[in-house]
């Protein structure tokens, strides 16, 4: 990766982008140090430009951020890097550094969620009482909740409507990952379609 650490005196802008949800978490920068050190660590490190030292993010709270990928802007001065976070990012408790009222890329999260009941069973998980039921069962389900939500948005209250638009979109996730598909593959197809 060839990165131009001369535009800003031997640093450059790296945003932290939640690799699984995508909601952007800090900005830092890096020098070729730090730069280096993320590499060969697979941990985040910054330059602190308060403190003219070497940072890795989660030193002093133990919440790592976990390099997953790393990319370069078409300049070649700022980078992005998708990580896994141990805890929060924000020095203030929050996941995020920037003030979003609410993780908008949850339903991400949440279809991580399913897969990893799939792959590590919980006892008493809902998602693995309906897998144990089989695929007939869960498309079932995602067939009685799009029959609920239309009854909550034709007769019920807004509330009623969240709740079961809610219900129907979590099953939706049960239906895609017991057919080993995944909203990546929706979101490709609904792209495409847009076209």
């Known amino acids: 990766m060839n990165i131009d650490f001369n535009k800003l005196n031997g640093l450059v802008p790296v945003i932290i982008q939640d690799g699984q949800t995508l909601e952007v978490l800090m ?72 003030n979003t009222a609410y993780n908008q890329n949850f339903i991400l999260q949440l279809e991580g969620i399913v897969a990893d009941r799939y792959i590590n069973p919980k006892e008493g998980s809902y998602v693995n009482k309906l897998r144990g039921k089989g695929l007939n069962k869960i498309a079932q389900k995602v067939g009685e909740e799009a ?5 909550a948005a034709l007769n019920q209250t807004e509330e009623d409507l969240i709740n079961e638009a809610s219900d129907l979109v979590f099953h939706l996730l049960v239906l895609l990952r017991e057919k080993g598909l995944s909203l990546e593959t929706i979101a490709k197809n609904l792209e495409e379609r847009h076209k």
């Not at 003219?52 to 997953?68: A, D, Y």
Request: include cysteine; charge should be negative; glycine fraction near 6%.
């Open 147 to 151: 029959v609920e939500t239309v009854i």
């Open 27 to 98: 900005l830092g920068f890096m020098n070729q140090e730090a730069y280096d050190k993320t590499v060969n660590e697979n941990i985040v490190t910054f330059f602190s430009r308060s403190k003219q030292r070497l940072w890795t993010k989660g030193e002093t709270s133990g919440n790592f951020l976990h390099v997953q990928s790393i990319d370069i802007d078409c300049d070649n001065d700022t980078l992005l890097i998708k990580v896994k976070a141990d805890g929060p990012t924000c020095h203030t408790g929050s996941r995020s550094c920037f």
